[in-house]
């Protein structure tokens, strides 16, 4: 019963990933708008080569001219359905497979701009080059755009690669205990990254953290080098009994709570915008401890991939997620948030383990789930991760703007009027940076 | 009711939902999309990038020249008297997912501690 039923799934997932995700050409019905100002200036640029090229003749589309006045029908994002003339809207079920899966591979779009992947480095390294230019000048040395193609090129060349986890797998050798206890314990209650290292042993305030290495012929340091050596044993003793109470601590929590507080920490780790190797390692830390939170990581994560899984192959059937009443985007998102693409997601039923080891269901083997991760973390680089800005937009543009006012009072303050709401004027700042008598003489007010 | 492989689509920017478009409204359509690699397409589908002109441009890159024959003139939806009564459009172009290499042969063993879980 339960091979057949393994080789049912395992069926399924064959024929989804190659009948849908590896088999055809997809994608063809869809069209792909263009936006306005990009289309037009194509179309004034191929006129442009018509007019100084008589003989190229014209083609259909030199006809059209893409407008560029038209407004999307969603302020700042690309034009869509809505602006286009009979465009009616079509309910997933009515999509075949291979387009429901091409629908789900798409990030939706949210602005026009999207911010720059993290990978994206080239303002740091143009500016570096223009930084070490100058001061190559103001050495005396030569400052040429060769030079700086040069540098470019060879930065190119040199940057670092994202970062293989090749020891994906091979770090699985279980160590101490009470190592992993402790690093779990830092883990789980100072919520910090998952990839810290374990904490170091105290550096001892001198040499003889190394009595050994040390040459016999130094009587005279002995009796020093005891003492610190006795201060450095010390301050490991009382790390140690920290960790052990610690650890008490978190081993006397209720057992709901603290399968609770294991579970959102999982959740964050799989999660996690940044690198594999957060959930890799969180994975590996926390299955360390004991056999109980053993069974936990691998029922807690198993569950999870599996029903990203049995999502995913309800929505390509049906449109729809009846299990988990999910739509498309959502479970695309969610695969997404795992760090999975979609014909990853597909590929994960193809090793499977026992939810528990008495029991006959099955779901994908974790180690599977993170090794498709690495997979995809590999093809993609750190191109989904972006930059987030570290301040809103309009704080920003208050901060400008009082500076320029404060520095340019004639130019900017009488611009303003007082009393004005809409102008987004801070009187009280004015006040504040005592600009507003000038500003009045500036504007003719009078104060 | 039984999908029709033919029809035009296009997706909506925001909600991810399917739209479809009369062939009244698309003009010298010769149905001739730009193939994508299947690693560059599913970059650009992660990250959010798939638009019609970064589509071609892909394209160009390969390619030496640009293909109009790829570009499709799409009509608008009036909205005032902006256009002066006048059919607006807008370009767009159809893409093609390219087949996907077949996976290395290490990803498509069973990762090294599975096995012996594997029942």
């Known amino acids: 019963m339960m091979r057949a039923r393994a080789r049912d799934d395992e069926q399924v997932t064959r024929l989804s990933f190659k009948g849908v995700a590896g088999g055809r050409l997809i994608g063809q019905e869809f069209l792909w708008l263009w936006p306005p100002g990009k289309a037009y200036n194509a179309y004034q640029t191929r006129l442009d080569k018509r007019r100084r090229n008589p003989d190229q003749r014209a083609l259909p589309i030199d006809e059209v001219e893409p407008t560029i006045n038209h407004m999307a029908s969603v302020p700042g994002a690309m034009l869509g359905p809505d602006d286009i003339d009979g465009a009616v809207r079509v309910p997933p079920e009515e999509l075949t497979s291979s387009q429901r899966f091409f629908v789900m591979c798409i990030k939706p779009q949210q602005t026009l701009f999207p911010r720059r992947p993290l990978s994206d480095l080239w303002t740091q390294r143009v500016s570096a080059i223009i930084?070490?230019?100058?001061?190559?000048?103001?050495?005396?040395?030569?400052?040429?755009?060769?030079?700086?193609?040069?540098?470019?090129?060879?930065?190119?060349?040199?940057?670092?690669?994202?970062?293989?986890?090749?020891?994906?797998?091979?770090?699985?050798?279980?160590?101490?205990?009470?190592?992993?206890?402790?690093?779990?314990?830092?883990?789980?209650?100072?919520?910090?990254?998952?990839?810290?290292?374990?904490?170091?042993?105290?550096?001892?305030?001198?040499?003889?953290?190394?009595?050994?290495?040390?040459?016999?012929?130094?009587r005279e340091c002995d009796a020093e080098q005891k003492v610190h050596a006795k201060i450095a044993h010390r301050r490991v003793v009382n790390r140690s009994v920290r960790k052990a109470v610690q650890a008490a601590c978190w081993a006397d929590l209720p057992e709901e709570l603290l399968t609770r507080i294991l579970c959102v920490r999982l959740g964050d780790a799989l999660a996690s915008p940044h690198l594999v190797a957060d959930a890799r390692d969180c994975i590996l830390t926390l299955r360390r401890v004991s056999m109980g939170t053993l069974n936990l990581v691998d029922r807690f994560v198993g569950a999870q991939v599996a029903s990203l899984f049995d999502a995913t192959r309800e929505c390509l059937k049906d449109g729809r997620s009846s299990s988990s009443s999910s739509s498309m985007p959502v479970v695309a998102a969610r695969a997404r948030a795992l760090g999975l693409g979609m014909t990853d997601v597909l590929r994960l039923g193809a090793h499977r383990i026992a939810l528990r080891p008495d029991d006959t269901r099955t779901v994908p083997d974790w180690r599977w789930y993170l090794e498709l991760r690495r997979e995809a973390q590999a093809r993609h680089g750190h191109a989904t991760l972006v930059h987030k800005p570290t301040h809103a937009t309009s704080a920003l543009y208050d901060a400008l703007m009082q500076r320029h006012r404060f520095l340019e009072p004639h130019v900017w303050g009488c611009r303003f009027r007082e009393g004005d709401s809409s102008s987004g004027f801070d009187h009280a700042i004015a006040d504040e940076l005592d600009i507003r008598p000038h500003m009045h003489e500036t504007a003719g007010v009078g104060g | 009711m039984e999908p029709d492989r033919r029809r035009t689509l296009v997706l909506h920017p925001l909600t991810q939902e399917v739209y479809h478009v009369p062939n009244e409204s698309l003009l010298h359509d010769s149905n001739h999309p730009v193939v994508m690699p299947y690693d560059a397409f599913e970059k650009m589908g992660a990250t959010g990038q798939l638009s019609g002109e970064r589509l071609l441009h892909h394209d160009r890159a390969q390619a030496s020249s640009f293909n109009v024959s790829q570009i499709v003139a799409v009509r608008l939806r009036q909205r005032g008297a902006s256009s002066g009564g006048r059919p607006t459009y807008a370009w767009a172009s159809r893409m093609v997912r390219r087949r996907r290499r077949r996976p290395a042969a290490r990803a498509r063993r069973a990762p090294r501690a599975a096995r012996s879980l594997t029942h």
């Open chain 1, 131 to 218: 930084d070490e230019n100058q001061m190559a000048a103001r050495q005396g040395g030569k400052w040429t755009l060769h030079n700086s193609v040069q540098r470019l090129l060879l930065l190119r060349s040199k940057r670092e690669r994202p970062d293989e986890d090749g020891c994906l797998l091979r770090r699985s050798t279980r160590h101490r205990t009470a190592t992993a206890t402790a690093t779990a314990v830092s883990m789980v209650f100072t919520n910090s990254s998952a990839a810290q290292p374990p904490p170091a042993a105290p550096a001892a305030p001198a040499a003889p953290a190394a009595p050994a290495a040390q040459p016999q012929g130094r």
